[in-house]
């Protein structure tokens, strides 16, 4: 029984244009536990070209699972790239790091970085009332809730911190419409950067370069080609980049920012 409509669902997400069909088909069956109506109404959700995570209500991310909904941007793997570049930079796992992560969505980065230093603290930060929600829950979820805050902000805290870690939306607002039919279903405040894609990081970095502590790291993520740009930006308030990273495609992911001099 559940051959044939598995088979069926294939069918119907490759024509819908979902580049793994028999993944998410496979996926939605687990999800669906038996139940065939339910089966077939996750299907169609999928064939709208709805995330699989918005549907499961999960994604893994640092090999961690995170909940997820549409109130929050679905964790990328290209942003793994940011606590693989903080576990460069700070070789010491040990150390009594404070964290701050800023637009904290899921709470991916923050969760991911405290797993990973057993004794640093950190606070993550989002405008959004309900992302904050779910990265609560997420804190809590990973047994981090005596070390890691969520709280608000409109890219504003008090308070110093040896790590920085922020992934601002940085997609120009004029390409939002042209991202793949999933993107529809993501909060655009979690994704666009205004007309350059640059606004985000104009209104974060003054922010890193007062918060940041002498000796500290902030590890930005960046789009596509906003390298040169957003190294302008960290300039204007005396910030340089000591490292860029690529992501696992080769396009450079992240920028390591410290105080120059
Ligand atoms: C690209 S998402 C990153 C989410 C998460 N850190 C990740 O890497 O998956 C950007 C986040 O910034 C938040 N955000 C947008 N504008 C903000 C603002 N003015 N102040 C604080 N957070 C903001 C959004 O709600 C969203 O959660």
Not at 53 to 67: P, Q
Request: glycine share 12%.
């Amino acid at each position: 029984m559940s051959e044939t409509l598995l088979r069926d669902a294939v069918r119907r997400l490759a024509a819908a244009g979902i580049e793994n069909p028999r993944l998410d088909a496979r996926l939605l069956l687990e999800h669906a536990h038996g139940d065939n109506a339910l089966f077939e109404a996750l299907v169609c959700r999928r064939a709208a070209r709805e995330p699989l995570a918005y549907i499961t209500g999960r994604k893994e991310f640092w090999s961690l699972d995170f909940e997820v909904g549409p109130d929050v941007l679905i964790p990328r793997p290209e942003s793994e790239t940011v606590i693989e570049q903080a576990l460069a930079a700070f070789p010491d796992r040990a150390a009594p790091l404070d964290v701050l992560d800023l637009g904290t969505g899921t709470g991916c980065l923050l969760v991911a970085f405290l797993k990973e230093f057993p004794n640093a603290c950190g606070l993550g930060i989002d405008v959004s009332q309900k992302a904050r929600a779910i990265a609560h829950r997420n804190v809590v979820r990973h047994g981090l809730a005596a070390r890691g805050a969520i709280d608000g902000g409109d890219w504003s805290v008090a308070g110093s911190y040896d790590v920085i870690l922020a992934n601002p939306p940085y997609i120009e607002t004029g390409d939002l419409a042209g991202l793949e039919p999933e993107g529809a279903y993501e909060p655009v405040l979690a994704l666009d950067g205004g007309a350059d894609g640059l606004s985000a990081y104009r209104a974060v970095v003054p922010v890193l370069a007062v918060l940041l502590r002498p000796g500290g790291r902030a590890l930005l993520e960046i789009g596509a080609g906003q390298e040169g740009d957003v190294a302008a930006v960290l300039a204007l308030s005396g910030l340089g980049v000591v490292r860029t990273a690529p992501d696992l495609a080769g396009i450079p992911r992240v920028l390591v920012a410290a105080h120059r001099g």
